[in-house]
């Protein structure tokens, strides 16, 4: 832990990182580094001053003393959601071109407290830091509790990343305002089975073609690319954007109890699609999935964005790449299908779920999966 008895300085950096501003900073500053934060997540370490990351769902845990508590990000990282002890979430933003220090709580009961932290977007475009936090002068961190035993993995396309769940209007756009993974459905059934769950996601991505893309693919930067880093670019190009996008995913980081893979949306999408090269790409990443992952149970979900003629081909798809895997002596994938939007009120923005309806998804799969893992 570094102290300032009296003054900190921090280096504020707009997006270019070209013009850099000094500012006075009163109180105890907490590095990244420090061994009693707590993360989960496909975060880089590379440079541990300054954890980078930029899938939603990445989560940062600390216990502190004091009155108050403020936290470090690079200037536009996005949003965050925060709790401090068992306080309503509220979302924090650091959007701004020097938005690098936020506070999170002020006149707390002087004594011991908890903060939660969850990287609420998708950082495709921000390349999101955590950079510490700022306490009370002569305060420090102390042992948070750890996170749970039980592990989820989501791998997903704009709904498992919550997109637009905030929003009140199918037909207006993405806007970082409107998306909010701690609200969706992942999320939510992570809380109500008390697990941790880490998350490989982004809009517009599918098994083997990405929305509106060409009917023979997009194997440049479908998920049996980005699966393997530690975050994700729309293009290789832009893994020369920020260095931690180049680094290859240690998957003995983590090993989750139970994977969940909710694509086929966009890969079906815009009525240019190929079912055969569908299923071998599901069936490939199904291999690649299981490579890394020899124990855990596999789950194929199917989306609520599906209807009619594509949700039906899909279905029936993901029951023969299950099927298929069974038979080949992997006993441990299953199939599991949520409920499409049924509901007017049940859209948010691009006629994506709201959170109502992430509500209703995670009903359905936490029940789904208590079952299957026997957590009681």
């Avoid at 306080?87 to 999170?104: C, H, I, N, W, Y």
């Avoid at 390349?127 to 306490?135: M, T």
Wanted: hydrophobic share 35%; aromatic share 12%.
């Amino acid at each position: 832990m570094k102290k300032y008895a009296l003054t900190a300085l921090l280096a504020l950096a707009c997006m270019s990182m070209q013009a850099i501003v000094t500012v006075p900073i009163k109180g105890t500053v907490v590095s990244a580094s420090d061994p009693h934060i707590l993360y989960a997540g496909r975060i880089s370490f590379t440079n541990p001053e300054r954890p980078a990351f930029n899938f939603p769902g990445v989560q940062i845990r600390a216990a502190f003393e004091g009155t108050s508590l403020r936290m470090m990000a690079k200037p536009k990282s996005g949003y965050f959601m925060a709790q401090i002890d068992n306080a309503e979430p509220f979302k924090v933003s650091f959007m701004g071109q020097r938005d690098s220090v936020v506070t999170l709580a002020t006149a707390l009961p002087d004594g011991k407290h908890q903060v939660k932290l969850m990287y609420a977007i998708e950082g495709y475009e921000m390349y999101p830091e955590f950079w510490g936090f700022v306490l009370d002068e002569g305060k420090k961190l102390v042992d948070a509790p750890a996170f749970s035993d039980r592990k989820i993995e989501f791998i997903g396309n704009s709904i498992t990343c919550g997109y637009g769940n905030e929003g009140l209007n199918k037909r207006e756009g993405f806007d970082y305002a409107t998306e909010n993974h701690y609200y969706s459905y992942a999320s939510i059934t992570a809380r109500n089975l008390n697990a941790q769950h880490w998350v490989v996601a982004r809009s517009g991505i599918g098994a083997y073609r990405n929305y509106n893309g060409p009917r023979t693919g997009n194997p440049e930067s479908n998920m049996l690319v980005q699966y393997e880093y530690i975050g994700y670019a729309w293009k290789p190009e832009l893994r020369q954007e920020a260095s931690f996008l180049r680094e290859s995913w240690d998957f003995g980081r983590y090993q989750p109890d139970v994977i969940c893979i909710n694509l086929g949306t966009n890969d079906t999408s815009t009525n240019n699609y190929d079912l055969k090269l569908l299923k071998q790409n599901y069936k490939k990443l199904l291999q690649l999935v299981r490579q890394h992952n020899p124990k855990a149970k596999i789950v194929f979900l199917s989306g609520s964005m599906l209807y009619e003629k594509e949700l039906k081909e899909v279905k029936q798809l993901l029951d023969e790449v299950a099927a298929e895997a069974k038979k080949a002596g992997d006993k441990e994938v299953y199939r599991f299908d949520m409920e499409p939007i049924n509901d007017e009120k049940l859209y948010g923005n691009d006629w994506h779920p709201n959170v109502y309806m992430d509500e209703k998804m995670a009903g359905e799969l936490t029940a789904y999966l208590r079952k299957l893992m026997n957590w009681n």
